[in-house]
């Protein structure tokens, strides 16, 4: 039988360069770009093994679940871990970050999650750059949900290792991501013993064999029909205008709030303050009393097709999470998820107004 995803021709090394060039316009970045082959986790975790060791101080700060698992990678490595936690309801801010350093002068590695779509926040990556860079710091950022629904500058903002996905705001693949490396991050890999080398997780084996090649070899066969997907995506944000793709997250994520607080029955937003909410998704606190998994169950038999999820782990009590990126930053996509949840309160004998929380979501819709 034929298949249009079947008997491809191959994926060779000029599209795939070209591909990491388009990715790397989508960062505003000059710096070296390399697409690895699995989802960001890959990247993610290879950065962290690649950069850290027993000589490194790391400042970790936790807005949610990935800055845990950070943490966890560091000390794995061997690394001293300075732990910055806040509040998942909130973000870190630029004086929290200042003030480790204060205490801790031998800092050399922070690593920050850029918005947590976990846990429906956002931190202010250009501000907390600024911090990083006056102390001489390496700077790692996950841009993963971020990456589509808000500016992501490396080069502006001083990242030294930026990780992005296709998966959420992009609208493209899971099974593909990329990371921009600075300089500087080459340099802390190349002189680290511990860096992976002939590993899948291996950052520097791109760099020798592919990027100081000439990208004119591919390490291995490439996974094409997510490389492909990749492109089409970043194609379709090109020809919409990142400015555009950025607004409808934005847009999503205040009407989202908005018909929250319209629809009653008990629900509010998790993250407390609007400028610390993340455009990519919106997490919203359960009513005392109702179970937050439950919620979304019963939204979710009302209307299979809404971009509903409970928190995870033990968020899954309190936490709803409208998950309105991509494909999903719609006003329809906001009003159905809000009328699902009208619904479920409605079945636990709360008193909602759709038809309010409706005329919300069209009021901040910009």
């Not at 592919?210 to 089409?232: K, N, S, Y």
Request: glycine share 10%.
């Amino acid at each position: 039988m034929t298949h249009p995803f079947l008997d491809l021709a191959p994926l060779g090394a000029d599209r795939f360069a070209a591909i990491e060039d388009r990715v790397a316009r989508l960062l505003s970045t000059e710096q070296d770009v390399v697409i690895m082959q699995g989802e960001a986790l890959l990247p993610l975790e290879g950065a962290i093994r690649a950069a850290a060791g027993p000589g490194t101080t790391a400042l970790n700060v936790i807005t949610g679940p990935y800055g845990q698992t950070f943490g966890d990678w560091l000390r794995d490595c061997g690394a001293t871990v300075i732990d910055l936690a806040v509040p998942f309801h909130t973000a870190v801010t630029a004086e929290e970050i200042r003030q480790a350093f204060a205490e801790h002068p031998q800092i050399d590695f922070v690593s920050l999650v850029h918005a947590e779509a976990a846990t429906g926040n956002t931190n202010p990556v250009a501000e907390i750059g600024e911090i990083v860079r006056a102390h001489g710091a390496l700077f790692y950022l996950d841009a993963v949900a971020s990456i589509g629904a808000e500016p992501v500058l490396p080069d502006a903002w001083g990242v030294d290792l930026c990780v992005i996905g296709a998966q959420k705001a992009m609208g493209g693949p899971a099974g593909v991501s990329a990371v921009s490396v600075s300089e500087r991050a080459w340099a802390r890999m190349a002189a680290n013993p511990k860096a992976p080398r002939r590993s899948y997780l291996s950052l520097l084996d791109w760099k020798e064999r592919w990027i100081d090649g000439g990208r004119r070899a591919l390490l291995h066969a490439p996974a094409q029909l997510e490389m492909l997907a990749l492109e089409a995506c970043v194609e379709r944000i090109e020809a919409a205008g990142a400015e555009a793709v950025m607004a409808r997250h934005a847009s999503a994520a205040a009407a989202t709030r908005a018909g929250a607080v319209a629809l009653g029955g008990g629900l509010e937003p998790y993250v407390y303050e609007a400028r610390d909410a993340a455009p990519v998704a919106t997490t919203l606190r359960a009513p005392s009393g109702l179970v937050a998994s439950e919620l979304v169950r019963r939204a979710l038999e009302a209307d299979p097709a809404v971009p509903l999820a409970a928190g995870g782990g033990a968020l899954a009590k309190e936490m709803i999470r409208v998950n309105h990126y991509g494909a999903d930053a719609t006003p329809g996509a906001v009003r159905a998820s809000l009328a699902a949840l009208g619904v479920a309160l409605s079945e636990q004998g709360l008193s909602v107004d759709v038809e309010a929380a409706l005329r919300a979501v069209e009021g901040a819709w910009r």
